[in-house]
């Protein structure tokens, strides 16, 4: 049952291939691929969820009940012990990885499909689409949502594909916001059904939106969204502000020769608006005829900024932050930077991935996938669900490869515009 959870890319079949078989229960998948280190640890925590682990902290750490050492843990210094305790103890063991990075964010694909076709993202004549049965239900959606936010999840966002064209984006949210302990709900959103929605959006629970706008120019717009639809998109954000949303997060991915003149425009849009404007280092997507050259860098955008502003300020970010934050002096709104190609933030990474059918991915440059809807429908209960999260999340690499390998466009989910 478990082998067709599987979707793995060259590589990890090369490392399945090592192993005689993928036919593997799950107690014997998780013996394979978890390493030793961490295998002691799940066993004490394997069945303890974050409510548990918690518990089991708090009276652990009275001054009564040190918990229990070993030699080695001897060895390390009262201090260390105090972060190893702090880091280790209070958080799902599923969702911490061999590196100690803790899984709190996940993001799930809702569909896709889409309404535009950026050029950046998708052929002009769309994506070859999953058939229907084969995409997480609504049930499904909310059966790991809910299993996520259990062990630890706080955050989920909403993206694909376009998230608010899937008829029951207002459902999935209402339920979303029942689960104790989710304390954001997010959505990244191409803009074009927002203005209409929003008022039920905001009804439902949604905390936080991205708006992604690559140009400024309704001509330059429809030429990289391959649609008409810059004003709907404009109307969306300004409403987005209007209801309170704040701040209004816009993603705008920069590329050379298309928008890069329009940076210092989208800059001056946060002078009057709380707005944050998020510029995304261009990635390489199946097809999207990335090149190196195209990519504006980090740095690059942060000099030309600085000419026209030097007194822009760095703002302090907290550890999971994906963009590097700024402001102008005197400006309602920020700026920020997504450098997922120049600086990649893999050290601090606490996001995982699920895409519209189900497949969880520990990191977007990662092919690997484990399909949740098959053990799902495999009729496997949540600790079997939990025990092949737990592999995947063991498995996850230090940092990405720093090679540019194109990614593979169907997982839906490219990675920026995180928080
Ligand atoms: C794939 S979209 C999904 C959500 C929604 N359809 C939207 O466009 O906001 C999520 C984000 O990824 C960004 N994105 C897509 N392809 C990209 C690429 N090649 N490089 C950098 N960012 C990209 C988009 O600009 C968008 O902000
Ligand atoms: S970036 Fe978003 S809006 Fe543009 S084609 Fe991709 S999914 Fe659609």
């Excluded at 090592?18 to 002691?40: D, G, I």
């Excluded at 280092?281 to 942060?302: A, C, H, I, R, T």
């Excluded at 893999?346 to 996001?351: A, E, I, K, M, T």
Aim: glycine share 6%.
């Amino acid at each position: 049952m478990y082998a067709m959870a599987f979707n793995v890319s060259k590589s990890c079949r090369y490392v399945l291939g090592r192993h005689s078989s993928v036919m593997a229960t799950s107690t014997q998948f998780v013996k394979l691929y978890t390493p030793r280190s961490t295998a002691k640890m799940r066993s004490c925590y394997s069945c303890a969820t974050q409510e548990k682990n918690k518990f089991e902290l708090e009276s652990h750490s009275s001054a009564a009940h040190v918990p229990a050492v070993t030699s080695q843990e001897m060895a390390v210094s009262g201090d260390r012990r105090g972060r190893l305790v702090e880091n280790f103890l209070p958080f799902s063991n599923f969702l911490t990885d061999n590196y100690g990075r803790r899984h709190s964010y996940l993001r799930m694909s809702l569909t896709e499909k889409c309404n535009l076709r950026c050029q950046y993202c998708m052929p002009e004549e769309g994506v070859k689409l999953t058939p229907r049965a084969q995409l997480m239900s609504t049930s499904e959606i909310l059966t790991v949502a809910r299993l996520f936010v259990q062990e630890g999840v706080d955050k989920i966002r909403l993206t694909g594909g376009e998230p608010l064209i899937r008829p029951d984006v207002l459902d999935i949210i209402t339920e979303l916001r029942k689960l104790k302990g989710l304390k954001t709900i997010a959505v990244t959103t191409n803009g074009m059904n927002l203005e209409r929605m929003l008022p039920k959006l905001k009804e439902a629970g949604l905390d936080l939106l991205n708006i992604s706008l690559d140009s400024l120019v309704p001509a330059k717009f429809e030429f990289i969204v391959r649609r008409k639809g810059f004003h709907k998109v404009m109307e969306g954000i300004d409403k987005a502000i209007e209801m309170g949303f704040n701040p209004v997060k816009v993603n705008c991915v920069i590329m050379r020769g298309f928008n890069e003149e329009e940076i210092l425009d989208f800059v001056t849009l946060t002078e009057n608006r709380p707005l944050e404007v998020r510029f995304i280092e261009y990635m390489p997507f199946d097809g999207n005829k990335w090149n190196f050259k195209k990519m504006v860098s980090y740095q690059e955008m942060l000099d030309y900024i600085r000419q026209q502003w030097p007194r822009l300020e760095q703002l302090p970010n907290a550890k999971t932050d994906t963009a590097k934050t700024y402001k102008v002096p005197g400006f309602q709104g920020q700026v920020g930077f997504i450098t997922s190609m120049s600086d990649h933030f893999c050290g601090s990474c606490n996001r995982l991935r699920i895409t519209a059918n189900g497949n969880l991915k520990v990191c977007l440059f990662e092919n690997m996938e484990v399909s949740l809807r098959d053990v799902l429908r495999s009729g496997a209960s949540d600790q079997e669900l939990l025990e092949i999260i737990g592999a995947a999340v063991g498995r996850k690499k230090k940092q990405h490869a720093d090679g540019y390998e194109p990614l593979d466009h169907t997982s839906g989910l490219p990675g920026p515009n995180d928080s």
